[in-house]
């Protein structure tokens, strides 16, 4: 068995990671385990992006709490961690002049839940602010404070983070059961080791409810619900200006129209039941989506779309809102489950509520007085000025490289995030953008194996999309 | 920042740039030509199977032995200058910006500009193709780039969506290679590439084309596991067990850095509506090759690369005589013309390239212009994966009035 660690977690997406760096302000030995082969490549890759106010949760839950503390937190946690954040405000559109009762209760909620900064308006006001939307709409509830981010980008802006103030983080593991003696987890069993701690903290994600069950815990079950979306051409991003909501039903948020951080169009998604292993994009979906979206938007371009895919939202049905709680049944196993939509703009203050049940649980948290709280990003060719890619270029040529057309990614780029812990083309996707752009990887993919191959020192038939068996190639030609 | 100041701008050295910066060279223009890859000659260099250059040299050649001829040629002329590994990012009025390794940050002032980026090739997400996102699903041309320039094998057992002559090419390359190529399947009812490549790389390695056919869903998290394929016509799905898909399903030419400088695009096309010199609705801004139009042959690639050069020629020294303009349109059974539109007067012999909306047999070219119809050829097959290329008859030229081209003929 390893050294004891004061604490593990279970789990690299967005509340995982949130949860590291938080904890990594105080003196305690800590591991993160993930089952694939990077942070936020579950539910986190595959969302809306979407930092919300909280004008939407029930009053008095735990939703409602954490999200209109989560957002409020965003600003300054984005600049610390260098993370992209963009206060762009939402639109919940209403068709109808039924639907401005609708808005009332809405803006209503908020005042309650303590969001400001709502106003309701109509439609000439509206068409001003989106000229693109289709003249059927009648008027809206304008959310001015609501963002858009990176959520992928803030889970590794947390990791490293998390990193330099000593978290130690464990990939391609996957926790296959606990030993436990007296009703305590003595130590976690993973699929190469057994690593003892004093705490386990569960933030698996759409299988947090198996690993309690692995303790023995079964208080809570997930619901994995799936998501579509449609990702559109960069020359088409200023579509919309805003967030654009349909009108909430109790269950979702609806079909969302929005710009993203990048300057891409986002559509999506569509919300069915499903299974856990199921991210299957599916042609009734997608026509759902982008049907739902053409009523809206009817000069929706669909010849732009560059990619569609799909995400998981991780729901305790049974309980209707998160699950941050002591295990009732296990004596040093926390549970962070059910973290469904607002979970992103809530993922600041989920972390912050986690330490304050450590703290009751009689955790001693002494502060770190050598923790770093900045981070930042790799430099961007992208989105410097003219001026800065000079300054850059002559400090390192390889920002001179262009290896993604699309996007305009520098070798420089690349090498850092390999540097920073990218392993996997998905790993430098996620990172630094080359192969998210309209050609797919097309170009640039046939580069960045051989590249990859060449900086990790692994022979080019290891190298994969995004871990595990997803080889890009089987060996040498003859 | 370093400047540059020249005659002739050319964003592009692939053939298209390659032929332009030599005409243009040889006429006595200064000219700077930029390449974003470390190497001269595009896509040619990653295609090593012969079939280059028999109608421009009466031989077959391979796509590097094509390249080579022109690389030597352009490093021979002192006027032209060549920046390598250097990617134009912005262009402003006349003004290119760009960045390499070695300058940093550049500009490049030019009286003309010819555009020569190429295309690129349509993805699974321009598709839609439903399912997972695994790995071993690849556009054609970049599993093209891993075997030929990387030597690495994307894998084993390849089905191919979409019979571009790329697609067909790799089909044939794979089996070369010892990988099981279980069929090319194409969505409409005939190919889309030449019918040489149908010959000489499905054919003759007995690789299946499957007209009529389909992709409709993706297996596999991690690794394509599978994909599964549904025949239109009797609306049947079936699986193909295969790691590997290639997508053979179009090029798109690459003109977002036109759009910047406000050049209008055909939506025919998807590239630049030009007059016979391959100027654009810019002044002085030019474009050849694939991103002007999606050629099927190199050499005639090269061909309107030395037009677009010479139109460049006579717009830096200012010898243009300003007439009217004609504009020529698809008529019937056309599914696009290029040139689009013609400048008067015409000085030299004029031909406009075009292709058929569906495989015709028996096909009449007819051109209607000022009301009269005028008979302007017969071809005995009309196929869209082959353009055809007509010369334009003087008294219609003459008339100086908008002309539409279409075809009539027996649907196959």
Redesign the interface.
């Known amino acids: 068995m390893d050294k004891e660690l004061d604490i593990v977690i279970i789990g690299g997406g967005i509340i995982g990671t949130a949860i590291a760096r938080e904890l990594s302000k105080y003196e305690l030995d800590i591991a993160l385990i993930e089952k694939e082969s990077d942070v936020g490549w579950g539910t986190t890759k595959a969302n809306s992006a979407i930092v919300h106010t909280g004008y939407d949760p029930k009053p008095g839950s735990l939703m409602a709490k954490l999200n209109v503390e989560g957002a409020r937190s965003f600003p300054s946690i984005s600049e610390e961690l260098d993370v992209p954040y963009k206060k762009i405000g939402s639109l919940v559109l209403t068709p109808n002049n039924e639907g401005f009762k609708r808005l009332e209760e809405l803006k209503e909620r908020g005042k309650i839940n303590g969001v400001t900064n709502l106003e309701i308006i109509t439609q000439s006001r509206l068409i001003d602010m989106e000229p693109n939307l289709s003249e059927d709409i009648k008027g809206a509830l304008w959310v001015k404070d609501t963002a858009i981010t990176s959520p992928v980008e803030l889970a590794i802006a947390f990791r490293e983070n998390a990193e330099k103030n000593g978290v130690k983080f464990i990939f391609d593991t996957s926790v296959i059961g606990f030993e436990i003696e007296e009703g305590r987890v003595m130590a976690v069993k993973t699929d190469k080791s057994i690593i003892g701690a004093e705490w386990i903290i569960n933030a698996a994600g759409i299988f947090s409810d198996e690993i309690a069950r692995l303790a023995g815990d079964d208080a809570f079950t997930i619901t994995p619900v799936k998501g579509e979306y ?2 559109f051409d960069k ?1 088409v991003g200023n579509l919309v200006n805003h967030i654009i909501f349909p009108l909430p039903t109790e269950s979702t948020k609806g079909i969302l129209v929005l710009p993203t951080v990048d300057g891409n169009l986002l559509v999506g998604p569509n919300e069915h039941i499903t299974t856990k ?1 199921d ?5 009734e ?2 026509e759902e989506v982008l049907n739902f979206a053409k009523r809206e938007y009817p000069c929706l371009p669909l ?1 732009m ?5 799909a995400g998981l939202r991780a729901k305790a049905l049974d309980r209707g809102d998160f699950v941050i709680e002591p295990s009732q049944s296990v004596k040093n196993l926390i549970n962070v489950g059910g973290i469904q939509s607002p979970g992103l703009s809530s993922a600041p203050s989920i972390a912050k509520y986690v330490i304050e049940i450590l703290k009751d649980k009689g955790v001693k948290l002494s502060p770190k007085s050598s923790f770093v709280p900045e981070r930042k990003s790799i430099p961007r060719f992208s989105h410097l000025s ?1 001026e800065e ?2 300054a850059l ?2 400090k390192d ?6 290896i993604c ?1 699309c996007e ?1 990614v520098t070798l420089g780029e690349v090498i850092e995030a390999i540097r920073r812990g990218a392993t996997t083309l998905d790993g430098i996707k996620f990172r630094v953008k080359a192969g998210s752009g ?6 640039c ?2 580069r960045l ?2 590249l990859l191959s060449q900086l990790l020192e692994i022979p ?2 290891e190298i ?15 | 920042m370093k400047r540059f100041n020249t005659d002739i701008a050319i964003i592009g050295g692939g053939p298209a740039g390659l032929a332009a910066a030599i005409r243009a060279g040889e006429l006595g223009a200064n000219v700077v030509l930029i390449e974003r890859d470390f190497e001269l000659g595009g896509i040619l260099n990653q295609c090593i199977h012969p079939g280059f250059g028999l109608s421009l040299f009466g031989i077959e050649l391979t796509g590097p032995e094509y390249a080579e001829r022109f690389i030597e040629k352009v490093y021979t002329l002192n006027n032209i200058k060549i920046l390598l590994s250097t990617m134009i990012i912005d262009i402003q009025d006349k003004i290119i910006y760009g960045v390499n390794k070695y300058d940093g940050v550049i500009s490049i002032k030019a009286k003309a500009i010819i555009l020569s980026m190429g295309c690129r090739e349509r993805t699974r997400g321009a598709l839609g193709i439903p399912g997972e996102r695994p790995a071993g699903i690849y556009t054609a041309g970049s599993a093209q780039r891993l075997i030929n320039i990387e030597g690495l094998m994307p894998g084993e057992r390849v089905v191919i969506l979409g019979s571009g002559d790329i697609g067909m090419i790799m089909a044939r390359r794979f089996v070369l290679e010892g990988a099981e190529v279980l069929g090319v399947l194409e969505k409409l009812s005939y190919p889309g590439g030449l019918t040489r490549n149908v010959v000489q790389c499905l054919e003759d390695f007995n690789i299946p084309l499957y007209l009529n056919h389909t992709i409709t869903g993706i297996k596999g998290k991690y690794r394509l596991e599978g994909v599964v394929a549904e025949d239109l016509i009797n609306k049947k799905k079936f699986s193909l067990d295969v790691d590997t898909l290639l997508l053979s399903v179009g090029l798109i030419p690459e003109n977002e850095l036109s759009r910047k400088i406000g050049v209008m695009l055909d939506p025919r096309t998807s590239g630049p509506v030009v007059t016979q010199d391959r100027e654009t609705n810019i002044s002085g801004v030019f474009a050849c090759g694939n991103v002007l139009q999606v050629h099927d042959l190199v050499d005639e690639v090269t061909r309107e690369s030395y037009m677009a050069a010479e139109g460049a020629i006579k717009y830096i020294s200012s010898e243009r005589k300003v007439g009217g303009i004609m504009d020529v349109r698809p008529g019937e059974n056309v599914r696009y013309i290029v040139p689009q539109r013609l400048t008067l007067p015409i000085e030299k012999p004029l031909y406009v390239y075009f292709r058929p909306l569906e495989p015709l047999t028996d096909c009449q070219i007819i051109g209607e212009c000022n009301g009269k119809i005028y008979s302007l050829g017969k071809t005995e097959y009309a196929r869209p994966g082959e353009m055809i290329k007509l010369r334009l008859r003087k008294d219609i030229l003459d008339s100086g009035s908008d002309i539409k081209i279409k075809l009539e003929g027996e649907k196959v």
């Open positions: 449609a990702l020359e292993e991210t299957e994009v599916i042609q979906g997608l010849n779309i560059i990619t569609v895919f003219w890619r000079e270029i002559k040529p390889t920002y001179g490289e262009l057309r305009y309209r050609c797919q990887g097309g170009f993919g046939p194996i051989p080019p038939e994969t999309k995004k871990g595990r068996n997803s080889k890009l190639v089987v060996g040498e030609t003859r």
